[in-house]
């Protein structure tokens, strides 16, 4: 079935520390993936896409995410997290012949001092 | 460039009855999606449209519906409103149906059913 998994519910991270969120989906293509940026009260914000070329891809915020083919993941990444970071992020997938975002659950990052 | 909007912020209604949420999609944009966030959960898709007509569906009961007006904006309507149907309701709007389109969204509609 396809999906799109985010294994880490909630993160707690130190300020000024570097920040990793998991995603990984199954789908039998490649899909366009996307993470998205979610403060309390707010609507989703996006922060990067990949569709394709360099796996590497910079996003907004100063952050960033790999793909990775051969694990089914798309990984978020920031060096040094800011105490603006505390938020609900969502790793989310998009197919060519499909016309909706499919999401993950959300990983919570909470920002201590 | 004016974002998407969303009317009501906050809404409360009683089960049984029916909500209409509003959406005002972007300039320059055709495609508006709706989806459902429950608490703690990610979106989940409710229906597109695209130039007036719904263009996909996701696993909603026919009770939600929804209209698309010559300038793109948006309603989701909720008939027999049920306490499963307290979320937050995003809409998004996109300038065309696939995939890859990047989707915009508002900051979202807060339906508590009481």
């Known amino acids: 079935a396809q999906s799109v998994t985010q294994p880490d519910i909630h993160i707690t991270v130190s300020e000024g520390a570097s920040l990793e969120l998991r995603c990984n989906y199954s789908?039998?293509?490649?899909?366009?993936l996307f993470w998205y940026v979610q403060s309390p009260g707010q609507g989703l914000q996006l922060l990067l896409k990949?569709?394709?070329?360099?796996?590497l891809v910079q996003g907004i915020k100063g952050f960033e995410a790999e793909f990775k083919r051969s694990q089914s993941s798309f990984n978020l990444r920031k060096p040094s997290v800011h105490w603006s970071d505390a938020a609900e992020y969502f790793c989310?997938?998009?197919?060519?012949?499909?016309?909706?975002?499919?999401f993950g659950a959300g990983t919570t990052v909470t920002v201590r001092a | 460039e004016t974002g998407v909007t969303q009317s009501p912020t906050h809404l409360i209604k009683t089960r049984g009855q029916q909500v209409t949420l509003r959406c005002s999609s972007q300039?320059?944009?055709?495609?508006v999606s709706w989806y459902q966030q429950a608490l703690g959960q990610g979106p989940q898709f409710i229906f597109q449209?695209?130039?007036?007509?719904?263009?996909g569906r996701g696993n909603f009961p026919p009770r939600f519906s929804g209209l698309q007006f010559p300038n793109y904006s948006s309603e989701l309507n909720v008939n027999a409103l049920e306490l499963d149907d307290s979320a937050l309701y995003l809409c998004?709007?996109?300038?065309?149906?696939?995939?890859?389109?990047?989707?915009?969204f508002g900051p979202g509609t807060r339906l508590t059913v009481t």
């Open positions: 998004a709007s996109s300038t065309g149906t696939g995939g890859f389109y990047e989707q915009y």
């Open positions: 789908y039998g293509a490649t899909p366009y």
């Open positions: 990949y569709f394709s070329g360099d796996t």
């Open positions: 989310a997938v998009g197919l060519s012949n499909d016309y909706k975002l499919s």
């Open positions: 300039s320059g944009h055709n495609t």
């Open positions: 449209y695209y130039r007036e007509e719904e263009n």
